[in-house]
């Protein structure tokens, strides 16, 4: 059906010029203000502009390995993603059938949460004896760790790659080819685009991100962008060096794009075949082998916590000396949240219009995504330290606005998926029939919206409160995340005294992704009237 | 022969297939109005269903039981359903081909000779998104003839074609089967369509077998 129905009758009202400019303002203002002087600071300086622009010798090596590293925990990411979460879409019975929905929980638990479980782990097995040397450190212990955070999107992403595929083409080809040969033949293929899309965004996440591997001594070009500005205070200098990685998380986003947008497209209705697959032995062993990694990684985080919980006595002070940046970290992950939903929601309406206007608005939308966090907040200091000194530098006001500038196109595609969701029909009928603008939005809108804006703020929360790459350039003196705190004190190698503040960011990014799941849950229910682990099976009598 | 003994199916509350038994040898249509239970009937045939209750033996081997159903690839069927189904990402010379590859008959000239039966020689290097619905029926049910399986399971294949297009698929339906000796399931809920078709007629209604041999 036309989307275009769905995008009139949802749009935002009076209000939504107003939210569309705030939305441009919070998520490309620091880019424009970074732009903006950038253009000034480089007549006078050409010949630094050109060393900077180009990379060569180390930082050439540099930008290399730090693609490669990307480019294997993609790879690895969705190979795994694709094994194991194919296996848990089948799985209809038992445990296992709810198992994928823990395993999407653990989507916002920040990268460095596993990074802590693994150092504990190596430290332990580097005590063993004859095991000490093979213990994994630098470039593969930061792969496997970066593997291990992304591994929950990507079961998540791949799931639903699995639902993209329609049940009639598979059954089609099951008649007529072993199970095997439909996967490869037909299910991948036609999942394809959203695979590529689900690699393209683990690329992004792992170039972009250096907590990890610095926390390994592996050098990165986005801690790279960082160490310049700490250095040399110049933002222009920042931006141009970006410039080479930023070319290249351009390149992956807009190949990937187009294959994102389709991902959401979709039934709404998760749907799997009525009898299972029957696969050879060694694809079993692979699918198995798959998912046993992301219980490995998933079983290491919970029982690193486990054990944290159980000494919790010796870690209380720990805690208790970081209360108030818990309650930062807390309050930054709620205004970022709430702030981010009329935003996010006028961008996703714009989005999910036809035409060369939603294109614009998905590029827009999709663009910030490639953006290395430490040059949004560069970018934010130059807007309101020289560009707007409004008073809102060295405020609590700076984290949350870098949490909107990295999150709110994050909350807006989610927006999208839940609007494209929501047949058009249902609001159709909501314009026919309706009784003024409040009650129509309250009684129907909303409802219809509501697990999005939930799932949107969830996520909102959970990754603005372990936000480090920008919240460590624009935290106000006095002031300080959890998340600097753990990663501080992980850095310089007191990783007992994280263990009680993990516990804690742990419980808190689970009790976001848990209310998002239950959310989105609950709307399939209502949409389908069954559970959505349930099959089509039961929808063909 | 197909032979259905207690076969049962449930979906919640809803007995979609209730109780049914019959033994039919030879080509079989079933009939009945929407709702009646016969696609759930056709799926348990082809194994994509596992039935709660019940049997199904084809030529005397049990291919599915209570909780337990044997690999649709496996039973020597080939299938059409009520949507064309079509690979999206395959033509539709590519799309009989895949069907074709079981059958090792692949070969160019028995594609042109069934694309030419079905009139959709022009469709054979177009995707499925750039044909009509009505030509996608007639590509899924050519997919269906090509893999000369011993059951041919067809779901209302001549739904919503115009008279002169359902007379040539008829035509090109009896030519294949009579040159494969595959055994006719064929659903429909017309009447007419029905009486062209030489077999045993089961009848079903609210998912029990109302009509039919015992």
């Not at chain 1, 782990?121 to 994994?136: D, K, M, N, R």
């Not at chain 1, 159980?310 to 002070?317: A, G």
């Not at chain 1, 108030?324 to 935003?343: T, Y």
């Not at chain 2, 291919?63 to 999206?88: D, E, K, Y």
Request: charged share 15%; hydrophobic share 55%; aromatic share 6%.
């Amino acid at each position: 059906m036309d989307r275009v129905s769905a995008a009139g009758i949802l749009r935002g009202g009076p209000l939504l010029p107003l939210f569309l400019l705030l939305f441009l303002g919070a998520v490309f203002g620091p880019l424009c203000a970074l732009v903006f002087i950038t253009a000034q600071y480089i007549p006078g300086n050409l010949p630094d502009v050109i060393a900077l622009l180009v990379p060569a010798g180390r930082r050439l090596g540099l930008l290399l390995s730090s693609v490669a590293l990307a480019a294997a925990v993609a790879g690895a990411g969705t190979v795994i993603g694709l094994l194991a979460g194919s296996l848990l879409w089948d799985l209809r019975e038992g445990v296992w059938s709810r198992a994928r929905w823990l395993v999407v929980v653990l989507a916002p638990v920040p990268a460095f949460l596993y990074a802590q479980a693994w150092m504990a782990v190596c430290a332990l097995l580097a005590t063993a004896g004859s095991v000490a040397a093979w213990v994994p450190a630098g470039w593969v212990l930061s792969f496997w760790v970066q593997l291990g955070a992304v591994l929950p999107i990507a079961v998540g992403l791949c799931m639903l790659a699995m639902a993209s595929v329609d049940i009639p083409s598979i059954e089609a080809a099951r008649v007529v080819a072993p199970d095997i040969t439909v996967f490869r033949r037909i299910v991948v293929p036609i999942a394809a685009p959203a695979l590529g899309a689900c690699a393209g965004l683990l690329f992004l996440l792992s170039i972009t991100d250096y907590s990890v591997p610095t926390l390994f001594s592996v050098n990165v070009y986005a801690l790279e962008i960082f160490a310049e500005f700490s250095a040399s205070s110049e933002p222009a200098r920042a931006l141009l060096l970006a410039i080479p990685l930023l070319l290249v998380t351009l390149l992956v986003i807009f190949a990937t794009q187009g294959r994102i947008r389709n991902l959401m497209e979709g039934t709404g209705v998760f749907q799997r075949s009525a009898s299972p697959p029957e696969y050879p032995r060694w694809f079993a062993a692979l699918r198995y082998g798959a998912l046993g990694i992301v219980v490995l990684h998933a079983g290491t985080l919970v029982a690193s916590l486990l054990v944290t919980a159980v000494t919790m006595n010796r870690h209380l002070p720990a805690v208790a000396n970081a209360s108030g940046d818990i309650g930062v970290s807390f309050g930054i992950g709620i205004a970022a949240a709430v702030c981010c939903l009329p935003i996010a929601y006028a961008a996703a309406t714009m989005m999910n219009r036809s035409g060369r206007q939603g294109g614009v608005w998905w590029l827009l939308c999709i663009a910030p995504l490639a953006v290395p966090s430490p040059l949004v907040g560069i970018g934010l200091i130059v807007l309101w330290n020289s560009l707007l000194p409004a008073g809102i530098y060295g405020t609590a006001a700076m984290p949350v606005l870098a949490a909107l500038a990295r999150f709110a196109p994050v909350a807006a595609l989610i927006l999208l998926a839940q609007l494209r969701h929501i047949d058009p029909l249902l609001t159709d009928a909501a314009r026919v029939f309706q009784r003024g603008v409040v009650r129509t939005w309250v009684q129907v809108r909303l409802p219809l919206l509501a697990p999005g804006l939930v799932a949107a703020a969830c996520m909102v929360f959970a990754l603005s409160a372990g936000e480090l790459g920008a919240t460590l350039l624009v935290i106000p003196p006095g002031l300080e995340t959890v998340t600097i705190r753990m990663y501080n004190y992980l850095h310089y190698g007191s990783s007992g005294a994280v263990a009680g503040l993990g516990l804690v960011m742990t419980v808190l990014m689970l009790a976001a992704g848990g209310v998002a799941v239950a959310a989105m849950r609950g709307w399939s229910r209502l949409m389908t009237g069954r559970p959505s682990s349930h099959g089509a099976g039961g929808d063909t009598g | 022969m197909i032979e259905c003994n207690d076969l049962g199916r449930r979906f919640g509350t809803v007995r979609a297939v209730d109780a049914v038994s019959f033994a039919v040898s030879g080509d079989v249509v079933i009939l009945g109005p929407s709702g009646s239970g016969k696609s759930t009937l056709l799926r348990l045939i082809a194994g994509l269903e596992i039935p709660d209750t019940g049997t199904i033996a084809l030529d005397g081997a049990v291919v599915s039981q209570a909780g337990w159903a044997l690999s649709p690839h496996r039973r020597n069927i080939s299938c059409m359903f009520q949507m064309p189904a079509l690979w999206p990402h395959m033509t539709v010379a590519e799309n009989v081909r895949f069907a074709m590859g079981a059958s090792r008959n692949g070969s160019a000239d028995r594609l042109d000779a069934l694309l030419e039966g079905a009139a959709i020689t022009p469709l054979a290097d177009r995707y499925p998104r750039e044909i009509s619905g009505g030509e996608a029926r007639r590509v899924a049910l050519v997919r269906a003839l090509a893999r000369e399986a011993q059951y041919l399971l067809l779901d209302e294949p001549l739904l919503n074609l115009n008279r002169e297009l359902k007379d040539r698929m008829f035509d090109l339906l009896q030519e294949e089967q009579r040159r494969t000796g595959a055994v006719l399931v064929y659903i429909t809920h017309d009447l007419e369509e029905a009486d062209q078709i030489p077999a045993t007629v089961l009848r079903m209604a609210g998912g029990r077998l109302v009509e039919g041999p015992e």
